[in-house]
């Protein structure tokens, strides 16, 4: 079974603050990791790709991968309101092509 | 640069009706991919063309959808006949290489059954 698993939240934080998402994975021959931001209505818009463990930082966005604990994580520094979005995680898993797993985001709302 | 569009935006049809959802990609990019998202649940593959080519159709779940992509540019997605089930958000997403395999998503087409 290829899970995808996120807490669905709400997720709330205050403004400034540091926001948190994580997200586990199933299958530890994943190779592929992606955060997405989705407001409502819209397009799931790619914030963060990551494909080897440790951090990968992209200004206030900082991507999180450990292999071997099977989980990838999505750090937000200094929130602004306008963050307030539903996270999206995406995986690809071992011989299923370029498909992507998702989970079912993280609803995360600022707190001005 | 133009992102993946999709059209139409919102689609409400009876049971047993015919629809055609329309995708147009990134320019360039080779890579199309169709997802569906049912309410409540996580937004799901149903398949993946590499210019005009089916690469992966492994997420399609029944014979009443069928996807093309002639001339490799614009795809679209027929759901024929159409069923309660049916109902969701279609996304299209396009990517332009399969090393990075970074896909760009529409803003998807609200389908809704009744």
């Known amino acids: 079974q290829k899970e995808v698993e996120q807490n669905s939240g709400p997720l709330s934080v205050p403004e400034g603050a540091i926001a948190s998402l994580n997200c586990t994975y199933s299958d530890r021959g994943s190779q592929s990791f992606f955060w997405y931001r989705q407001y409502s209505g819209k397009s799931p818009e790619l914030i963060m790709s990551i494909y080897s463990n440790g951090d990968k930082e992209d200004g206030r966005f900082t991507a999180q991968l450990n292999k071997a604990s099977q989980y990838v994580s999505l750090l937000i520094r200094d929130s602004q309101p306008s963050d307030s979005a539903t996270y999206l995680c995406a995986v690809t898993y071992p011989n299923t092509g370029n498909q992507f797993y998702f989970g079912t985001g993280t609803s995360l709302t600022v707190i001005p | 640069e133009a992102g993946v569009t999709q059209f139409p935006s919102h689609s409400v049809i009876e049971k047993g009706q015919t629809v055609t959802l329309r995708c147009d990609p990134i320019?360039?990019?080779?890579?199309l991919y169709w997802y569906r998202r049912v309410m409540g649940k996580e937004i799901k593959f149903l398949l993946h063309?590499?210019?005009?080519?089916?690469?992966?159709e492994s997420g399609m779940p029944n014979n009443r959808f069928l996807a093309e992509r002639t001339g490799g540019t614009y795809s679209t997605l027929k759901v024929q006949p159409a069923e309660l089930e049916d109902s969701g958000v279609y996304f299209c997403?396009?990517?332009?290489?399969?090393?990075?395999?970074?896909?760009?998503f529409g803003p998807g087409t609200r389908l809704t059954v009744l």
């Open positions: 997403a396009s990517s332009q290489q399969l090393a990075s395999n970074e896909q760009f």
């Open positions: 320019s360039g990019h080779d890579n």
């Open positions: 063309f590499v210019k005009e080519s089916k690469q992966d």
